[in-house]
């Protein structure tokens, strides 16, 4: 993490500076509104251009470019971008709405990358940790991640007017919506670690919300490895569907290439959707299709090999209803090895702690539900995706359960474990020798 530079250091008038102190001072006072804006014309453009270089070599490795021309190609390429930023797109009359969030996922990790670089760049600007703990206000942060967003919208405006057409018509609305949410909600606080203004804000936050914060983010990271190994699960399963439908699909080696990406782009989709099914709720792969761990009920499936993971059609088997128990086991695993490594003195603070991070868990978990489903296609896969709001009170009480009853029996063991020591260290001290 970079540390803002001390006003020792900072004060141009102290004489002499050696080679390395000028060279930090230069690595760290860069030109803040051109670094600052093209840190996030940069993180957009970086995806994009990858996109759109996939979207040329699919296009080889399907007809050889037989078909269309390159610019055709590079159309295809920033419409996937701007449908991992939500956009929409039409395609011959059908409207898409589902979100790619492996794409989404590439986006944010790059803005975080780039925002992390810009803020090591710009940390000498502003007051120094000195003057900052003194009271002095530091508008260094949020200047620098509103000139990051405006230079992120830049390029997702000018990349959503040069693909629209009247069959495409991607919602600008919404790809500056989610360039905002982006660019700000990952950037800044990129920035802001890059700059090391983190670390002097976020410990004057009080200790119950940054613990309950850190625990949600424990819950949610193992949910989501129960969800994926769920999904990884009835893949290999049925392994042999997934074969099949790329077989029927007369699939050469580079349309499998392209399947095989386009399955990595919904892959995180994939993962909610599963989450979903373990947390009771389940979802819909279609209109009146449900697909619950008590109820599966299914319709006709385009040919994908991902749908290959969903069960069987009818009434669940007895043992499913028992994977309803998964979030609450979770979050209680996950709670009483917070507790563990960050020991709370008192039960009261570390029901806090449990109930307080899993609630916050399931909420976060119902946001990035709501991301997951949407328009696939035409007529009946038009209504695809999870139940979100039924998932958010189903995560709230199952996480928020678990974690108050890790927390609370890890405080439990310590306890016991802690009077054991006692009475041992007592036994000890009246043996012989030990006086």
């Known amino acids: 993490m970079t540390s803002l530079p001390s006003s020792i250091s900072r004060r141009a008038g102290d004489g002499y500076r050696s080679a390395a102190q000028l060279r930090r001072d230069l690595a760290t006072r860069r030109p803040f509104v051109p670094t600052a804006t093209l840190g996030g014309a940069l993180s957009a453009a970086g995806p994009l251009v990858v996109c759109m270089a996939a979207a040329v070599v699919g296009w080889f490795l399907i007809d050889?470019?037989?078909?269309?021309e390159p610019s055709d190609a590079l159309r295809v390429g920033a419409s996937g971008w701007l449908l991992g930023h939500g956009s929409g797109i039409g395609v011959d009359g059908v409207r898409i709405t589902a979100i790619p969030l492996g794409l989404t996922l590439l986006c944010a990790w790059v803005v975080w990358r780039v925002g992390h670089r810009v803020g090591e760049s710009l940390s000498g600007h502003g007051p120094d940790?000195?003057?900052?703990a003194d009271g002095e206000r530091d508008w260094t942060v949020p200047l620098a991640s509103a000139l990051f967003?405006?230079?992120?919208?830049?390029?997702?405006?000018?990349?959503?007017?040069?693909?629209?057409?009247?069959?495409?018509?991607?919602?600008?609305?919404?790809?500056?919506?989610?360039?905002?949410?982006?660019?700000?909600?990952v950037g800044g606080p990129a920035i802001a670690r890059g700059s090391g203004r983190?670390?002097?804000?976020?410990?004057?936050?009080?200790s119950s919300l940054r613990a309950a914060l850190a625990l949600a983010r424990t819950i949610l990271v193992w949910w989501f490895a129960v969800a994926a190994l769920a999904l990884a699960i009835a893949l290999v399963l049925d392994f042999s569907t997934a074969a099949n439908v790329v077989s029927q699909l007369g699939a050469g080696a580079g349309d499998t290439v392209v399947i095989a990406l386009l399955t990595a782009l919904v892959l995180p989709n994939a993962v909610l959707f599963s989450s979903s099914y373990l947390l009771g709720p389940g979802f819909t792969v279609g209109t009146g299709t449900l697909?619950?761990?008590?109820?599966?009920?299914?319709?006709?499936?385009?040919?994908?090999?991902?749908?290959?993971?969903?069960?069987?059609?009818?009434?669940?088997?007895?043992?499913?209803?028992?994977?309803?128990?998964s979030p609450v086991l979770v979050a209680a695993a996950a709670a009483?090895?917070?507790?563990?490594?960050?020991?709370?003195?008192?039960?009261?603070?570390?029901?806090?702690?449990?109930?307080?991070?899993?609630?916050?868990?399931?909420?976060?978990?119902?946001?990035?539900?709501?991301?997951?489903?949407?328009a696939v296609g035409p007529g009946r896969m038009r209504d695809v995706g999870p139940f979100a709001s039924d998932v958010v009170l189903h995560s709230m009480t199952a996480f928020g359960i678990g974690g108050l009853a890790g927390a609370l029996l890890m405080v439990w063991f310590q306890a016991r474990g802690g009077r054991l020591r006692a009475r041992l260290a007592s036994v000890r001290g009246r043996l012989p020798g030990r006086r």
């Open 291 to 325: 697909v619950t761990p008590g109820l599966v009920v299914l319709g006709p499936l385009p040919m994908f090999p991902l749908l290959a993971a969903l069960p069987s059609g009818g009434p669940g088997a007895e043992w499913t209803s028992w994977l309803m128990l």
């Open 129 to 132: 940790a000195d003057r900052i």
């Open 336 to 374: 009483a090895r917070w507790q563990h490594r960050n020991p709370a003195s008192r039960w009261d603070e570390a029901a806090l702690r449990g109930c307080g991070g899993g609630i916050l868990a399931g909420v976060l978990l119902g946001l990035l539900t709501l991301l997951a489903g949407g």
């Open 198 to 206: 983190a670390a002097i804000w976020v410990p004057a936050l009080p």
């Open 149 to 185: 967003a405006a230079g992120y919208v830049i390029v997702a405006s000018l990349t959503a007017s040069a693909v629209a057409s009247l069959s495409s018509a991607p919602s600008l609305p919404r790809v500056i919506g989610a360039s905002l949410l982006l660019s700000l909600g």
């Open 64 to 68: 050889a470019g037989g078909h269309g």
